[in-house]
């Protein structure tokens, strides 16, 4: 059995000593400045004793030279003495950037990343560090608040459609002379909030594993990915009397086709949630070139980049809050019945692939969405595009 003895005493047990890296910065200064200074001192004692012996006699330049030894281990003593003194400030005031990095990281938590070093002096590696230390504390701060914002929108998000099912289910029993048919619509309306739920955990699930990144890829035609995904909001669009206009070309892809058919279903479900009867979504899959240019200089290698476009014709969505749409159930007080999660898992899902999401309001109204993915290589041209199946789906 382990012998679980008290300590006492008022303190923490204190821990074994160990050499600092200042002392140890000092300790390798001052050894190098004895060994340094020792061998001047031993030269200079040599080529006097050789001077004193071909020009004095014996025992007079003894003499000296034995007040010499110890004038120069003096002076040994003494320049070491200093030197140390000196490299133990030396070493402190250099080392003071690390140790604010230091105190600055052991106080770090979630509720204290507003804190930065903004250290000053040259720009050396030691600034360097600070500046990389504050760039992480901004990451780390804006991941955490939009962690939190997620969480606060998330639990508004399944509450409400709980509350609704909660306050039915109430008002229904509370009823003595509740009918049949009260009961019925209290049980469909029971079952909407139970649809609403799964919708939402769905999304929240698929948002969760595009941001995990890939675990496969497979060669696709985003167009015929496009189709499958237009055969999932079609009846959608014909309840919301929104009309498609649909153009498809072929655009070889690597990618999981999952993931890319609810990346197009979200954004033709967004054009059509947040659309008015009568209007339009226009949905076109193809290539665009783009030239990729090396580091070196050299000249760039045209690429034909995969793409898809969807737009919408509906409310005016004022162009300086357009980027916000990319968070997590962000609406902009638009009307429609969606979560406010499509165009996050499209931008979540054009990231897991290393592709990019613009966003552009169009004055008349309506949205401009253009999801660009990286071109496929040469060497995996040869094999033919995969067709996803119509049971994959992104959960």
Known sequence: MTDRREVRGTGPVPR???????TRLVAIYAVVFVLSMAAVLGVSYLLLSNYLHDTLEASAADGILERLASKYLLALIGTTLVATSLGWL????????????????????????????????????LRELGDTFDAMLDRFQDSIEAQRR??????????????AIRTE??????????????????????????????????????????Q???LATDRLDLAQVASLALADVSAQAHSAKVELDVHLESAPVLGDPALLRRLIANLIDNGIRYNRPGGTVAITVGTITAIDRPSDGSDGVATHRPTVRVTNTGLVVPPESVERLRQPFERLGRHGSGSGL?????????????????????????????????AVQAATAATPPRVPSPVESAG
Do not use: K, Y
């Open 169 to 210: 289910v109430d008002v229904t029993l509370a009823d003595p002379d509740a009918t049949v048919a009260d009961l019925r619509r209290m049980g469909e309306r029971v079952l909407q909030g139970g649809d609403e739920l799964d919708e939402l955990l769905a999304a929240l699930m698929v948002l969760a594993r595009s």
């Open 342 to 374: 499509g165009l996050s898992i499209v931008q979540a899902v054009a990231e897991a692939h290393e592709g990019s999401v613009w966003l552009a309001a169009d004055p008349a109204g309506g949205l401009d969405v253009t999801v660009t993915l990286p």
């Open 90 to 125: 030396a070493a402190r005031r250099l080392l003071q950037p690390i140790q604010a990095v230091t105190d600055a990281a052991r106080h770090a938590s979630d509720d204290r990343l507003d804190q930065r070093l903004d250290l000053g002096g040259p720009h050396d590696e």
């Open 16 to 22: 074994r000593a160990r050499l600092t890296l200042r």
């Open 212 to 214: 995990r990144g890939l």
């Open 150 to 163: 997620f969480i606060a929108n998330a639990s508004h998000e399944l509450r409400s459609p709980l509350t």
